[in-house]
């Protein structure tokens, strides 16, 4: 009587084919749903990237405008301590060469009036009298 046992089997199987095709039948429709809610999740995240962008592009030139406004400020900034810098260089350039210049004065004096005395002598201006630039010596020839 195999027969009947294998229709008993069946039988007896039916129910747990059942339970298993309705658990496929849901795992599929989960797989589905899930699918399509990954799918709107990818198209809402597309739309929302491209809204970014186009907010970014619109900010755009507002950003470099401000940037040039930082950077002319910071060269506005640099620009002003060098020109500090040089006008002080300038003034302490003008104060030595204001202390130097009577001086210098006197020396390319004494050395005219030296020459002067010398042109109807037909004597020279002796060359320990003078530096090796050309400058009399202050504390006379060596």
Avoid: H, K, N, Y
């Avoid at 042109?119 to 010596?137: F, H, I, K, N, Y």
């Amino acid at each position: 009587m195999p027969a009947d046992r294998s229709a008993e089997a069946a039988a007896e199987l039916q129910p747990p084919f059942a339970l298993l095709e309705r658990a496929e039948a849901e795992a599929r429709a989960v797989r589905e749903r899930a699918a399509r809610d990954a799918a709107s999740v990818r198209a809402e995240a597309a739309r929302q990237a491209e809204e970014i962008v186009e907010q970014a592009r619109a900010r755009a030139p507002e950003v470099r405008a401000e940037a040039a406004v930082r950077a002319r400020r910071s060269a506005e900034t640099e620009a002003a301590v060098l020109l500090r810098d040089a006008e002080r260089e300038a003034a302490r350039v003008c104060r030595q060469a204001a202390a130097r210049t009577p001086a210098l004065v006197d020396r390319v004096a004494a050395l005219v009036i030296e020459e002067l005395g010398t042109l109807g002598t037909g004597e020279d201006v002796p060359s320990q009298a003078l530096t090796r630039d050309g400058w009399p010596r202050e504390e006379g020839p060596t």
